[in-house]
Antibody
Framework: QLQLQESGPGLLKPSETLSLTCTVS??????????WGWIRQPPGKGLEWIGS???????YYNPSLKSRVTISVDTSKNQFSLKMNSVTAADTAVYYC????????????????WGQGTLVTVSS | QSVLTQPPSVSGAPGQRVTISCTGS?????????VHWYQQLPGTAPKLLIY???NRPSGVPDRFSGSRSGTSASLAITGLQAEDEADYYC???????????FGGGTKLTVL
């Protein structure tokens, strides 16, 4: 059974770097036709796609966050990671990792499995 | 402000039918890109409800259905139940961003 689990610090100070890891179990992260993505949700607000990565290292980023975000993959550990630098209070959110089904191509891609999410709070 | 526009809230009585709209543009839904729907129960992660405009993943009741026309899409829920009370999000691809976008979400209240 496919499961995703986010891990990382829950409290950061402004200007620090957010680092989260998603551990995937039940399937190889090297499976073809699947990207692996990060989505966030500020408290009481909607969902925002951050970026996605293929096992080969190919990435897509939300243009509004691209300058601060790096997503990487470690196939040996079946994990992928998110780094976001220079965080502010506006980055306070629940961060989800998810499998990004890209079988039909980018225009048809959707998120079919999600982690439970982890709350990251940015506060001085 | 989301690229895909949804009504903030909808409501209905048990047993009724409700619809949630998702309006995009020529660079999203209007370009023929797939629309997908997620259900988020309070305090939980989103769950895929409809993919590829009309398809239900295994385990999703057939009370849920999706459609797409022009630059808009809709999620319909028939035979409304108390357990359907949740937030619902649409999602598609945006060629102007070369990325994926979500609607702002719709809170469904079962009266």
């Amino acid at each position: 059974q496919l499961q995703l689990q986010e891990s990382g610090p829950g409290l950061l100070k402004p200007s620090e770097t957010l680092s989260l890891t998603c551990t995937v179990s039940g399937v190889s992260i090297s499976s073809s036709s699947y990207y692996w993505g990060w989505i966030r949700q500020p408290p009481g607000k909607g969902l925002e796609w951050i970026g996605s990565i293929y096992y080969s290292g190919s990435t897509y980023y939300n243009p509004s966050l691209k300058s601060r975000v790096t997503i990487s993959v470690d196939t040996s550990k079946n994990q992928f990671s998110l780094k976001m630098n220079s965080v502010t209070a506006a980055d306070t959110a629940v961060y989800y990792c998810a499998r990004h089904d890209n079988y039909g191509g980018n225009s048809e891609a959707f998120f079919d499995y999600w982690g439970q999410g982890t709350l990251v709070t940015v506060s001085s | 402000q989301s690229v895909l526009t949804q009504p903030p809230s909808v409501s209905g009585a048990p047993g009724q039918r409700v619809t949630i709209s998702c309006t995009g543009s020529s660079s999203t839904i209007g370009a023929g890109y797939g629309v997908h729907w997620y259900q988020q129960l309070p305090g939980t992660a989103p769950k895929l409800l409809i993919y590829g405009n009309t398809n239900r993943p295994s385990g999703v009741p057939d009370r849920f259905s999706g459609s797409r026309s022009g630059t808009s899409a809709s999620l319909a829920i028939t035979g409304l139940q108390a357990e359907d009370e949740a937030d619902y999000y649409c999602q598609s691809y945006d060629s102007s961003l070369s990325g994926w976008v979500f609607g702002g979400g719709t809170k469904l209240t079962v009266l």
